[in-house]
């Protein structure tokens, strides 16, 4: 069993900064990837960045070159850095942890972000 807390969300103006936060707890030693998806309303769920316990990371093309997502083994916590930050970014934003590469087993209780123009 793996429990997920995220905090960082809020609203911020097109052009600002966000910093999400996410921390596990219980049996993190199973876990290899960590990241989080989105949900806008109406809108598909979709991966906006993950990162596994070696550091290999994938980003979903809407935010390459904006956000950054780093991990801290040790804190067992991950962090997505949102730069450049636009109103479609706008959604709520749930951490995940995955006991691979490819599936979601673990989720945050999401935060929402909004990005005001």
């Known amino acids: 069993q793996v429990q997920l807390v995220e905090s960082g969300g809020g609203l911020v103006q097109a052009g600002g900064s966000l910093r999400l936060s996410c921390a596990a707890s219980?049996?993190?030693?199973?876990?290899?990837?960590m990241g989080w998806y989105r949900q806008a309303p109406g809108k598909q769920r979709e991966l906006v960045a993950k990162i596994s316990s070696g550091g290999d990371i994938n980003y979903a093309d809407s935010v390459k070159g904006r956000f950054t997502i780093s991990r801290d083994n040790a804190k067992n916590t991950v962090y997505l850095q949102m730069n450049s930050l636009k109103p479609e970014d706008t959604a709520i934003y749930y951490c995940y942890a995955g006991r691979n590469w490819y599936d979601p087993h673990y989720w945050g209780q999401g935060t929402q972000v909004t990005v005001s123009s």
């Open positions: 219980g049996s993190t030693f199973s876990i290899n990837a």
